[in-house]
Nanobody, 119 residues
Framework: VQLQESGPGLVKPSQTLSLTCTVS??????????WSWIRQPPGKGLEWIRA???????HYSPSLKSRTSIFRDTSKNQFTLQMNGLKPEDTAVYYC????????????WGQGTQVTVSS
């Protein structure tokens, strides 16, 4: 499974960010797959944001729930994160990944995309 993030590299404060992950080598509706967005601010650890499961179920981080949403386009084999009310502290490398929960857990990562929030 390969994942590729796409989206704007620079966003102004208070704007909405939309990041899309395009998946190849597997379908986002395949059983046992969970598709997530994770970020890493400069100098900090990884922070999980949102996930969407193979059935379409969604999961969220409580700290970011009010500002984020996740949805998928099965015809394009993509899933998208939207985050509104951006702040400078949302500056981070954003990753999409896939966890496969079958006979253990296997994880696949995209290469990540830098998002900078600045006026």
């Amino acid at each position: 499974v390969q994942l590729q993030e796409s989206g704007p590299g620079l966003v102004k404060p208070s704007q909405t960010l939309s990041l899309t992950c395009t998946v190849s080598g597997g379908s986002i509706t395949t059983n046992y797959y969970y598709w997530s967005w994770i970020r890493q601010p400069p100098g900090k650890g990884l922070e999980w944001i949102r996930a969407i499961g193979y059935s379409g179920s969604t999961h969220y981080s409580p700290s970011l729930k009010s500002r984020t949403s996740i949805f998928r386009d099965t015809s394009k084999n993509q899933f998208t994160l939207q985050m509104n009310g951006l702040k400078p502290e949302d500056t981070a490398v954003y990753y999409c990944n896939a966890d496969v929960h079958y006979l253990g857990t296997t994880t696949y990562w995209g290469q990540g995309t830098q998002v900078t929030v600045s006026s």
